[in-house]
Every structure is written in C-alpha cells, then in structure tokens.
C-alpha cells in the first residue's frame, strides 16, 4: 500500500484562497510593524530559557562526554571552511560576526526581511550556494536535511501559487557565520528565513543543534512538480502516537484545553505568528514552568513512547548528535512534561509541548498566513526545539570553554 500523502482528515489546502495582504518583502529589508511588538523583545543578557520549578537540576552540560562528537564536529567544520573558500573577501566580511554577536539571537520564522543578516543565498553562485547546502547536509541527519530542504522548496511553490513572488521563494534565505570555522576553538552557523531556522554550533568536540525551527504552509504536496513532498509529518503523528497511549486519566492531565479554534482561546494564545508557542524568535530568555503531564507518571511503554517523541525531533541532527542528546533525555526523564492542547484526532488542530532541563519541543497548528483560512489546520505546521539553562546556540559549552583555555595572548592553551 502506498502512503497517503497528507495528513488523514484534513482539509485540501488547494480549497483556500490566497489571503490577499499588504506585501512585506522577503528580500528588501522592512521595519517590523505593530504584529511583531511582543515578539522581539531584549535579548541581552543572554540567561537562557528557565524553568522555575526545576532550579536545582543538574546542568546538562556537566553530563556531557568528553570530545562526544569529535568525529562529526570535524565535518562540519571543514565543510565550513570549503565555504569560505568560495566566498570574495567582501562576501566573508558580510557573512562573518563575533561568536557573541546579538545578531546570533535575531533570528525569525515569518518570511519579511526583518532583522535579518549575513548573506542571502539568492545573491550566491550556484558553486557557493552548493557549499552552503553540503553543510547543512554535514550538519543534519539525512531526514532532517531533506525536510529542511523540502521546506524551501514549498516556500518557492508557495511563492508561485500565490503570485507573491516578492515573499515567498526557495532561496531567500540568510546565512551567516560566527566565529572562525575551528575545531579547537568555538565557532558556528546560522541559516534564517520563512519557516526555517537552524542554528548549529561545534566547540570542544561537541555539535549544538539549538534553538532549531521547522514548518510550512502548506505541508503536503499532491500534483506539480513536488508531488509527493510531505513536511512535518512525523512530528504530527508523534504527538498524537504519545497523546493516544495515555488513558482518559492521564489524558485528563496533559490537556490544558480541549480546542485551539479561535472561539475557544484568549487573546494570548492567538498570536498570527507565534501561536501557542513560547519559545519562538526572541525567546531566548523566557521561564517556563511544567505544566501538564510528568513523565514519572507514565508506564514504562509510555515512557518509550514520549522519548521516541523526543527522538523525532532530536532525529533533525546528525545520527551521533542525536544519540549524545537522547540519552540526556532519558537521564532526565522523570523531571520531563508534556502539555497537549486541542483535539486528539489525525487532523487536529492541536498543539503539544515537551518540557525538560534537557529539551524543549513545541508543535503547532496555525491559521492561514499565506492562505485565507481562518482556523488552524494541519495544513500549517510551525515545530521547535531548544536547549534550556544556556544550551541554546552552545552558550554553556562555549562559557566552559573559556574556563579551561587561556586566550589573554591571542593564543589557545590550558589554564595553569
């Protein structure tokens, strides 16, 4: 039998309309506009996502092996560096910023050129363009790579079915560096645009992958050129594989509430942009608390079934990556949550939440941005992953970095 292309149940995105819109270009920088007031908020200090009922829990970076993923770390890096090797020197002035530039922290999910920075892929060579996607693939799983891919392709569909061309495309996207490309000292890259955000940090011989955003609209494609393309599929189902193995007790628990169509929330869970998530663009910062169902609740099958969840979105990053990070997970299974919001059924809509000192993952269903529906549906997915307490962007490994090598003389040796 051969797999249904879109999620069962939920309505044919073809059936809407463009929503017709003042245009905000995706290319020509433009000012952000009353929409976006509580979404950028100060970034600095950086402290990192908090949670405020788990003050004590031991940092995650103390678990970490040491040089635990050497061997990918090297990849990366010199993928990096075949990078730079394609780029003009004014090209490498534009892409590159300090590995503690704000500019790390100002990413955003929406497609207008807001903030945005480095070097729009758009404007590349295609051998400089190819570079820059052999080290998205050095640092993503193989699913995780065709799924961001994917995702700029529909963006360029996206640009195509709705005449809005200016927006929406496959390539304008921004990427930039931090740091010098090194394996002995800390550096990383970024890649920003509609409904793609990575962000992947090497130092110490270990790979960050966080704060990491996927989505789309629409998220399956049946006819054209990228029939058969389906996006967030799995995080969909692993959601709903999780919610359906609780029984009505537990289930009871987890939800906060039982619908997310727009009668049925306040204002604050409304947002155009960020919807019920809190640790989108700008999010840095934010404390959190657990909220819903504790993982020491669960049965020892559901307990597999929520960290094959976290699986699911740990899985984004490279095989090696993943494994040094879920067995972080599973170390702190029993401080983990998970809040559920909506309808459990295929089609939804629902939103769900996991929360742990080691991880933090949100799915959404949205309203239309590009198309006029009104209510959420599966057929706009926005997904996230962070790392809080100072993981995101590698923070807490970089500081401890300083802390063991000396750079007062410009050099990199081992404090005495």
């Known amino acids: 039998?051969?797999?249904?292309?879109?999620?069962?149940?939920?309505?044919?995105?073809?059936?809407?309309?463009?929503?017709?819109?003042?245009?905000?270009?995706?290319?020509?920088?433009?000012?952000?506009?009353?929409?976006?007031?509580?979404?950028?908020?100060?970034?600095?200090?950086?402290?990192?996502?908090?949670?405020?009922?788990?003050?004590?829990?031991?940092?995650?970076?103390?678990?970490?092996?040491?040089?635990g993923d050497l061997d990918r770390a090297k990849t990366i890096t010199a993928a990096a560096q075949d990078v730079l090797a394609e780029l003009t020197t004014e090209q490498r002035q534009r892409v590159t910023h300090e590995t503690d530039a704000v500019e790390w922290q100002q990413w955003l999910n929406s497609h207008p050129n807001i903030l945005r920075h480095g070097l729009i892929l758009e404007d590349l060579t295609e051998g400089?363009?190819?570079?820059?996607?052999?080290?998205?693939?050095?640092?993503?799983?193989?699913?995780?790579?065709?799924?961001?891919?994917?995702?700029?392709?529909?963006?360029?569909?996206?640009?195509?079915?709705?005449g809005r061309a200016e927006e929406f495309g496959e390539w304008p996207y921004f990427f930039s560096l931090f740091g010098d490309p090194s394996i002995d000292e800390p550096w990383g890259w970024q890649l920003d645009g509609h409904h793609l955000d990575l962000n992947v940090v090497v130092v110490d011989g270990h790979v960050v992958t966080t704060p990491a955003f996927m989505g789309s609209e629409p998220c399956a494609i049946r006819t054209g050129p990228l029939a058969g393309t389906e996006v967030m599929r799995a995080e969909h189902e692993a959601g709903l594989r999780f919610m359906r193995s609780l029984d009505p007790a537990a289930a009871a628990i987890a939800t906060a509430r039982s619908s997310?169509?727009?009668?049925?929330?306040?204002?604050?869970?409304?947002?155009?942009?960020?919807?019920?998530?809190?640790?989108?663009?700008?999010?840095?910062?934010?404390?959190?608390?657990?909220?819903?169902?504790?993982?020491?609740?669960?049965?020892?099958?559901?307990?597999t079934l929520l960290l094959e969840l976290i699986s699911t979105y740990l899985g984004w990053s490279p095989d090696s990556t993943a494994a040094i990070r879920r067995a972080l997970c599973a170390e702190y299974l029993d401080e983990t949550s998970f809040l559920w919001m909506g309808r459990v059924s295929d089609?939804?809509?629902?939103?769900?939440?996991?929360?742990?000192?080691?991880?933090?993952?949100?799915?959404?269903?949205?309203?239309?941005?590009?198309?006029?529906?009104?209510?959420?549906?599966?057929?706009?997915?926005?997904?996230?992953?962070?790392?809080?307490?100072?993981?995101?962007?590698?923070?807490?490994?970089?500081?401890?970095?300083?802390e063991r090598f000396d750079h007062s003389s410009g050099?990199?040796?081992?404090?005495t």
């Open 347 to 402: 089609a939804g809509p629902f939103f769900y939440r996991v929360l742990s000192p080691a991880v933090m993952i949100e799915f959404d269903h949205h309203a239309g941005t590009a198309f006029d529906n009104p209510e959420p549906t599966a057929n706009h997915i926005h997904s996230l992953v962070r790392t809080p307490r100072k993981g995101d962007y590698g923070v807490d490994l970089i500081q401890r970095h300083y």
């Open 411 to 415: 050099g990199h040796r081992p404090w």
């Open 128 to 162: 400089q363009r190819g570079r820059v996607i052999a080290l998205m693939r050095e640092s993503l799983s193989e699913a995780g790579f065709t799924q961001a891919r994917d995702i700029m392709r529909i963006n360029g569909l996206l640009g195509e079915i709705t």
């Open 260 to 303: 997310i169509l727009t009668a049925d929330l306040p204002s604050e869970l409304l947002h155009p942009i960020s919807g019920r998530a809190l640790g989108g663009p700008f999010g840095d910062n934010i404390v959190l608390s657990s909220e819903g169902l504790p993982a020491s609740d669960l049965s020892p099958a559901q307990r």
């Open 1 to 67: 039998m051969s797999h249904q292309v879109g999620i069962p149940g939920a309505p044919d995105w073809t059936t809407f309309a463009p929503r017709v819109v003042e245009p905000r270009s995706a290319r020509k920088v433009v000012e952000p506009g009353p929409m976006y007031d509580d979404i950028i908020r100060p970034l600095r200090p950086f402290t990192g996502m908090q949670l405020s009922d788990l003050p004590d829990a031991r940092p995650a970076v103390e678990l970490l092996p040491e040089n």
